[in-house]
Structure formats: C-alpha cells, structure tokens
C-alpha cells in the first residue's frame, strides 16, 4: 500500500505565561491550556491539581489520551480517573487531539498530536510544578496506543518538526497506565487497513525496545478488539528485552471495561486499585492510609 502522508503544519504553540487560568491551586495554574494550533483546531491540555499545589511542587504527572479508534472521542473519557489522581497527589492531565469523524483526519495526525501534548508538558514541567523525571502517559484502545506510540516511535517522518518551540523537546513517558490498548496495527492487527505499510514504525507490536519505561496494561479477556495473546506476547518481549511489564487480565471482560458506568462501577474501581498499586511501587504515590477503625468500648461488668 501506499505511504500515508503526515500532515504536520502546526502554528506556533501559545506561550504558558499568555493564557488566563482560573485560580484553583495556585492562581499562576492554568487549568486548561491551548498547546497546539492546527489546521483544523485548537488542541487544548485540562489539568487537575492535588490540593495545595503550586509551581515549585515537583509533583510527578500523568497524560491521558482519550479513545474512539483515532475516529472520535473526548477529553472527558479520562476525566473520572485524572480527578482520581489529582485526589492522590498527582498532576492529571487529559488531551484532545484531531479525530477522523471531527477533523477528517488520519491516525497519523493524532500521533503528532500526542507528540506534541507530551512536548509541551516536559517543555513547561518547570512552571507547572510537575517533577521532570515522573511524567507518564495513559489512555484507553486508540489512546492507549497514542500513549505508548511516544515510547516506540522513532520514524523521523512521524514526529513532527512543528510548531519550532517544541521541535526538539523529548516526548517520551516515564511510565505508561494502559487501558485495553492497541498495539499491532500489522496486517492481522487493529485498523491495517488504515495504517498500511507505514505499520512497521507506526504499530507498536513492532517496535518494542530496551529504554521503555515500566508499564501496566489492564485487558478484558473478553475484548474482540485486542487479543489477549497479543497482549501476552507485547508483554513477554518487553520482559525479555529487561522492561518491567505488567499485564492483567480481568475475566468476563470487553473492551472498555474499565470506564466508570453509573450502573455499576465495580471494574472501574477495581482497575483504579491496579492503577494505584502500579504507581505507590513507582515511588509516584503513597500507599493509601487505611481507614480509622471504629472505638471499641469494653463492655460494662455484669
């Protein structure tokens, strides 16, 4: 199949200091942040805060990519788990990117936009008060693959070189928090029919390597989109090539099991408990203090 052109015109990024933030933490937070202009949109960053705070805090971060198969979705898809976080003492960050169904764009336009979302979190880690070493990435199915993408993507034609503030910042994560994520995009793998020839850089599946960062991956065995063996042998060759790799699998499962459902949040939960233990062994977290028993009185004497 042909090569997929990368459309990678970006206006310049609006500078931090330019953009009006409501005084939540610290009035010097933005809460939202406008960190690409391209040609189809603006591309905005939502932060959320732990309690207290501020620039100089050091606080390590995650980014959250939303889901929808590069076709459609939201920034809210990962709004339960990012204020989930800020409630434990990490910046939670979720990105909009372009869509298919929005933008009439590609999967390879998102991938510059994920690019470009985790540039202007390292670029501005200083003024956010987020700790340089502990910036991670996260996302669900399409923004599962987005997250670890900026691990495994090293063709040159598909990281951006626009807008010129960001061209040369680093955009790898310092861990990854994966949802039921896409990882093969080879010819029996997810969405090929879009990806074409270009799978070999783009599919992750195909470009694993010694330097990613630890990793947890929570995967239905029941999901018909990403095969649990696909899931086990990603995990086996990152095992093998020393990267610390965890992946569990939940019983009676689909796809999407994990987001937050209003009849029944049970996996929701279940899976932000997984999160959690991942990143207190990470040194990001604290473990939980665990509840005050109740006061026990002795009983009278007869």
Request: charged share 15%.
């Amino acid at each position: 199949m042909p090569r997929t052109p990368l459309a990678v015109a970006l206006a310049l990024l609006l500078p931090l200091s330019s953009l009006a933030a409501s005084p939540v933490t610290d009035p010097q937070l933005p809460t939202t942040v406008v960190y690409s202009k391209t040609p189809q949109a603006e591309l905005s960053l939502y932060f959320f805060y732990p309690q207290g705070h501020s620039p100089d805090a050091q606080s390590p971060a995650v980014l959250f990519f939303f889901g929808g198969g590069w076709f459609n979705g939201t920034p809210n898809h990962f709004r339960p788990q990012a204020q989930h976080l800020a409630k434990r003492g990490i910046v939670a960050v979720t990105a909009d990117y372009r869509t298919k169904r929005q933008h009439d764009t590609s999967p390879f336009d998102c991938l510059v936009d994920a690019i470009n979302a985790m540039r202007y979190l390292r670029q501005h880690a200083d003024a956010l008060g987020l700790d340089p070493k502990r910036i991670g990435a996260g996302g669900g199915s399409a923004g599962g693959h987005l997250a670890i993408a900026l691990s495994t993507t090293t063709a040159p034609d598909l990281i951006p070189n626009q807008p010129e503030a960001l061209a040369n910042t680093p955009f790898h994560p310092d861990a990854l928090l994966l949802f039921n994520p896409v990882y093969d995009n080879g010819p029996t793998g997810y969405a090929h029919n879009r990806i074409g020839d270009r799978y070999t850089d783009f599919s992750p599946a195909h470009n694993l390597h010694a330097n990613m960062p630890p990793t947890l991956v929570l995967l239905g065995d029941q999901d018909n989109l990403i095969p649990v063996a696909t899931a086990e042998r990603v995990r086996d060759r990152m095992t093998e090539l020393g990267v610390r790799s965890e992946l569990i699998i939940y019983p009676n499962q689909p796809h999407g099991f994990f987001n937050r459902r209003a009849d029944d949040d049970t996996m929701y939960q279940t899976t932000l408990q997984a999160m959690d233990t991942f990143l207190v062994s990470l040194n990001w977290l604290t473990p939980p203090t665990p509840p005050t028993p109740p006061a026990t009185h002795p009983s009278p004497n007869p």
